[in-house]
């Protein structure tokens, strides 16, 4: 079964450009999840998607914004690009039930230069 | 304001000695408890989770132990292995955020041969 794959792997960027990371999740979850996590820290939550509609949403400013498609995959955007934007983005997928874990990606690293 | 906290950033234990992850909680609508290990490179793999009405869960050389009322939960690896070597992640989710779980920011586990 193929696990959570995450498009790029590596990415370089400058700031005020903007990026877009992709997501495809394990088949059969409907829910996908992205997270943002920095150096010495944990994970921080972006969003939640389920059935193509944002389901729950971190406290994250508007430049991070995400979309999921008919079949699940979901992309990830931001624009306006910092250098604190310089993370590793990490998605997860699951059923999207309750009591459901959530099983990652790899993960996108994104450094801004 | 952290809800999800793992105070020890780092352990190191013996090979075949008892490993002990703690992970204590503010929040308590989090019904939904589970632990998470890393390796560089790598996204976070599920390893165990519990529900609130339970205590205990048990798989294998983990289990999970939860004390609700003083909000507070542990992983025990019995025996260590130094495979088991890896950042642990503590994470919680409410009920009506099946989606967006809370993770504290890890705990470093060195297992020594």
């Known amino acids: 079964k193929a696990g959570v794959t995450q498009t790029p792997r590596y990415l370089i960027k400058t700031r005020g450009q903007q990026v877009t990371l992709s997501c495809s999740p394990i088949s059969g979850h409907r829910s996908v999840s992205w997270y943002q996590q920095t150096p010495g820290q944990g994970l921080q939550f972006l969003f939640e998607y389920f059935s193509e509609t944002q389901r729950n949403k971190g406290n994250f400013p508007g430049r991070f914004s995400g979309r999921q498609f008919s079949n699940s995959r979901s992309e990830m955007n931001v624009s306006t690009l910092e250098l604190g934007d310089s993370a590793l983005y990490l998605c997860?997928?699951?059923?999207?039930?309750?009591?459901?874990?959530?099983?990652f990606g790899d993960g996108t690293r994104l450094s801004i230069l | 304001d952290q809800q999800v906290k793992q105070n020890s950033p780092s352990l190191s234990v013996q090979e075949g000695r008892i490993s002990i992850l703690n992970c204590d909680y503010t929040n308590s609508m989090f019904d939904y408890f589970l632990w998470y290990k890393k390796y560089p490179a790598e996204g976070p793999t599920f390893l165990i989770s519990i529900s609130s009405i339970k205590d205990k869960n048990e798989d294998g050389r983990f289990t999970v132990f939860l004390n609700k009322s003083a909000k507070h939960l542990s992983l025990h690896i019995v025996p260590s292995q130094p495979g088991d070597s890896a950042v642990y992640f503590c994470?919680?989710?409410?009920?009506?955020?099946?989606?967006?779980?809370?993770f504290g920011d890890g705990t470093t586990l060195t297992v020594k041969p």
């Open positions: 997860a997928s699951s059923r999207g039930g309750d009591n459901q874990p959530q099983h």
């Open positions: 994470a919680a989710s409410a009920r009506e955020g099946a989606g967006k779980s809370t």
